[in-house]
């Protein structure tokens, strides 16, 4: 009984693991592609400046690039793998016994 609910446990920071990594990898990388082909527009050397302030206190001036999300995507992807590997070991596991 203990093993069947820790597999359903697995089951499921799988399945959310492969959830994130999909939603990481379409935000970052899949939507840019998509609107820079849509509107004909190069990101690759896109970035962002924002001037806050105002008449009562300084300027700041804040630059921004592209965030460095692929290490994100790339860990939920392999924590994504090797669930569905250890998934699959087991369930050979249980049919060949």
């Known amino acids: 009984m203990k093993k069947e609910k820790s597999i359903k446990m697995i089951t499921i920071f799988t ?5 994130v990594a999909f939603i990481s990898l379409f935000s970052s990388y ?4 998509y609107l820079s082909h849509k509107f004909n527009i190069d990101t690759s050397d896109a970035g ?3 001037i806050i302030g105002g008449a009562d206190g300084p300027t ?6 592209q965030s460095s999300s692929h290490l994100f995507t790339a860990i939920f992807a392999l924590l994504t793998i090797l669930g ?5 070991v087991i369930k050979y ?5």
């Open 15 to 19: 399945v959310i693991c492969a959830l």
């Open 30 to 33: 899949l939507l840019s592609l």
């Open 48 to 50: 962002s400046i924002g």
């Open 60 to 65: 700041a001036v804040y630059l921004s690039g």
């Open 84 to 88: 569905f590997i250890y998934l699959v």
């Open 93 to 97: 596991k249980k049919n060949h016994n």
